[in-house]
């Protein structure tokens, strides 16, 4: 075999190995797969309505029970306007519009047998699970009759409550306005969104709101030593005609106004952050005043024995007397004026 031959067999096999390996490779697809869809995460729904709050059933019941005068009454409310009336009768009387079945539990009765101790929840269903908040009525009105002189501790969540003519009252709510008129023993109110106001009503009272303003008019102790006090973070606080001696009532943000008469060994201390102190009482008032205030001033139109009257980092300090200093009353606010008027 001549070299010319040889040399075109070489370059021949040459041509087939090369055509064979790039006939072997895999070749690229001609459209890439679609990236696989990211996973879900699920969660909770959002809730909508106020959290923890049980759904109603929409069902109008009725229930009552017989029970001692003097008894003792223990709610828990979800939602829904709540009316508590007292009446000349033995009996608890419950009535919900469009709302959760209920039912009376007896904690405790009195020896003749009559409950003197009850707790009025949401009936049992077997669809719901354990805990407090099941235990709490719902509906669009609730209506509960008891004896005048029951006394009641209320647990609310999201209710506008009204009660009238019971002996005492107990009540922590988180939203909804809150009014008392003729509760004779003591009142404790607490609401953190909404007002408080109080008409004609006696003993130890405390009154508290974060966001709201509160009102009480002729108001008395039951007793000696008992105290009345109003706060509220955000809001305006108005006292006409209070006849307790020991008198605390406080404003974050808000005016706080009071108009009524000084008793003699009284303690009375009014206060604000931002807003103003107005006072209107008798100008034969016998007291001893210390007025303390940052930005803003100090006048009466009831003529004062000035005793000290000091400048300090914070702002000035007024001491004075009218008449004989029988009741101590202390005035404070940061940023806003103080006033003193005639009844």
């Known amino acids: 075999m001549s070299k010319h031959s040889k040399k075109l067999i070489g370059t021949a096999l040459s041509l087939c190995i090369l055509t064979g390996g790039v006939y072997s490779q895999t070749a690229p697809p001609r459209h890439p797969k679609p990236p696989l869809p990211k996973a879900e995460v699920y969660g909770p729904p959002e809730p909508k309505s106020f959290p923890g709050l049980p759904q109603m059933d929409g069902i109008t019941s009725e229930k009552s029970v017989m029970v001692d005068p003097n008894v003792n009454i223990k709610l828990c409310v979800g939602e829904g306007n709540l009316k508590i009336n007292g009446w000349e009768h033995d009996e608890v009387r419950i009535f919900v519009k469009?709302?959760?079945?209920?039912?009376?539990?007896i904690l405790e009765k009195d020896?003749?047998?009559k409950p003197n101790w009850i707790h009025i929840k949401r009936a049992p269903d077997r669809?719901?699970?354990?805990?407090?908040?099941r235990e709490c009525v719902s509906g669009q009105s609730i209506e509960?009759?008891?004896?005048m002189s029951a006394s009641l501790t209320i647990d609310g969540r999201v209710t506008q409550t009204a009660v009238d003519s019971v002996k005492k009252i107990y009540i922590k709510n988180i939203e909804g306005d809150l009014s008392f008129r003729n509760i004779t023993g003591g009142i404790t109110a607490s609401t953190l969104q909404g007002g408080v106001s109080v008409e004609n009503s006696g003993g130890s009272i405390s009154l508290e709101t974060s966001t709201g303003n509160i009102v009480a008019f002729e108001v008395s102790p039951g007793q000696i030593g008992d105290l009345f006090k109003a706060k509220t973070n955000s809001g305006a606080i108005s006292l006409q005609k209070l006849?307790?001696?020991q008198i605390e009532a406080s404003s974050i943000t808000g005016s706080v106004n009071f108009n009524g008469k000084f008793l003699t060994g009284g303690q009375y201390n009014f206060k604000t952050s931002n807003g103003a102190v107005r006072l209107t009482i008798p100008a034969l008032s016998s007291c001893m005043i210390k007025a303390s205030y940052g930005f803003g001033r100090f006048n009466s139109e009831i003529?004062?024995?000035?005793?000290?009257?000091?400048?300090?980092?914070?702002?000035?300090?007024?001491v004075a007397f009218m008449g004989g200093g029988d009741a101590a009353v202390n005035i404070t606010t940061t940023n806003g004026s103080i006033g003193i008027k005639k009844q």
């Not at 669809?127 to 908040?133: E, L, N």
């Not at 509960?144 to 004896?147: H, L, Q, S, Y």
Request: charged share 25%.
């Open 98 to 105: 469009d709302g959760s079945k209920i039912d009376v539990k």
């Open 111 to 113: 020896p003749s047998g």
């Open 127 to 133: 669809a719901q699970s354990r805990g407090q908040i």
């Open 144 to 147: 509960i009759d008891v004896p």
């Open 243 to 245: 006849n307790h001696r």
């Open 303 to 318: 003529p004062l024995n000035i005793v000290t009257d000091n400048d300090t980092p914070g702002g000035k300090t007024v």
